[in-house]
């Protein structure tokens, strides 16, 4: 590619924030990236949050192995403030169904035989060997599985808003405030010359990259359902300063099929919780399809169900039983792109000269923002994807398979609107 021809990013999330860093740290001159949100980090992008998992453990080797680059990216003084190397416990709850129990076994077994790991798994089969790594923890917890030292978590938002100013630094143009209403093509219609935004100002770019998230299907409705907009929820509590210092250094704690939480933010001092859930749907009639039917982010997010707000309780009563009856705050659903296979979709749009999708998030993309975007560039730059798997996949129904990582049956947001709860005005007002 010539390094001055125009490139169009849509979508400053994990995936467009960081192909438009490695694009322009690669000598790119004329990147511009169009983000819908007003503010920055995006407010309806998974990476707006305070934390999120960085760790190796994968069902497939393969993403093993791209984790591991990424977690040494993370260690790069871009990165490095923003990664706690906190650890990682990994277990089951003694009432765990089998799908749990086999998820947790393929992960470590994706692990354990490998060089960086040496001495940092040890297995946990008692009350003991959890207090152990975390003598914070006071509750029942009859858990088995293992705590895994090289791991731990980033600080989400803090490491897109320390990207968005190296973009920036680099060279490369983001408006906010731009929500595009659709694409443009040339007369044949076989070629995408840009896009156009609800304000009615037209950007034109010889490669338009498509990096929408969740929303991606009401721009290019032809990828049907190959992708699915998921939502899974998360909760706050607030602690006080005493509390969270009690909780400092805690590992990254995952119960397969109850839930997780991470050590107190520093600045909040909140503790966020998200209960174990194979996600939200939110289907809706949408003209952009020939079914009628799209799973689409909701306007509003603000809200967690009584069926997961239950589920945080049992997650907390096995390990922080004092906290288990404190208000939850800051509820809200995070979405994503899941794809059938779990596998990122980076690629040509077929019969489309000059766009490029960038998808598929399946909830484990953010620990991959240091590198990501240089899978990206070498697409670009070859002008197709090598890499079968994460090939254009026609005809690949992501709604109609069973994955098997998340634990539990996907939910329309239907389903659950009579469960909707949402943060007491007067709750916030006393902490």
């Not at 143009?173 to 595009?180: A, D, E, G, K, W």
């Not at 991959?368 to 690949?396: C, F, H, I, N, Y």
Request: glycine share 6%; proline share 5%.
């Amino acid at each position: 590619m010539d390094k001055q021809a125009s490139i169009l990013i849509l979508g400053a999330g994990t995936f467009g924030l960081s192909t438009a860093y490695h694009l322009a740290k690669a000598g790119y001159t004329n990147v511009t990236v169009l983000e819908k949100s007003a503010t920055f980090p995006p407010e309806l992008s998974a990476g707006n949050d305070l934390n999120k998992i960085i760790r190796a453990e994968y069902e497939d080797p393969f993403y093993a192995e791209l984790a591991l680059e990424a977690m040494n990216a993370w260690k790069s003084p871009l990165f490095t403030p923003y990664y706690h190397e906190t650890g990682y416990l990994l277990c089951n709850s003694a009432g765990a169904p089998e799908k749990s129990k086999i998820s947790l076994q393929k992960s470590l077994d994706s692990i354990r035989q490998r060089p960086e790991f040496e001495n940092k798994i040890t297995p946990v089969n008692s009350r003991d060997d959890i207090r152990k790594v975390a003598p914070a923890f006071d509750g029942p917890m009859l858990w088995k599985g293992y705590f895994n030292s090289y791991a731990g978590y980033a600080h989400a938002a803090d490491a897109m808003t320390a990207v968005y100013s190296a973009c920036i630094a680099l060279g490369v143009t983001i408006h906010l405030n731009s929500t595009v209403q659709n694409l443009t093509y040339s007369d044949s219609g076989d070629i995408c010359t840009g896009a156009m935004t609800t304000k009615g100002t037209h950007y034109t770019a010889s490669t338009t990259i498509l990096t929408l998230g969740a929303s991606l299907a009401s721009i290019l409705p032809q990828i049907k359902r190959q992708i699915i907009a998921k939502g899974s929820p998360v909760a706050h509590i607030q602690l006080t300063p005493r509390e969270a210092a009690q909780l400092r250094g805690i590992p990254v704690t995952y119960a397969r099929d109850l839930g997780f939480f991470f050590e107190p933010d520093v600045r909040t001092q909140q503790l966020k919780l998200c209960p174990a859930n194979a996600g939200y749907t939110h289907y809706h009639h949408h003209h952009a399809t020939s079914s009628g039917l799209l799973s689409l982010p909701p306007s509003d997010n603000s809200f967690v169900a009584a069926r997961d707000e239950a589920a945080i309780r049992r997650l907390l009563r096995e390990t922080l039983p004092e906290l288990a009856e404190r208000p939850l705050v800051g509820r809200r659903v995070c979405w994503c792109a899941d794809t059938a296979d779990s596998e990122y979709v980076i690629d040509f749009v077929p019969g489309k000269k000059g766009l490029v999708v960038v998808t598929g998030d399946s909830a484990h993309a953010f620990k991959m923002l240091p590198t990501l975007g240089a899978w990206v560039r070498e697409v670009l730059e070859r002008g197709r994807q090598d890499r079968e798997r994460w090939r254009w996949k026609e005809g690949s129904d992501a709604a109609g398979v069973d994955i098997s990582w998340r634990v539990g049956k996907t939910t329309d947001l239907q389903e659950v609107r009579d469960e909707i709860r949402r943060d007491e005005d007067a709750v916030e007002a006393k902490l």
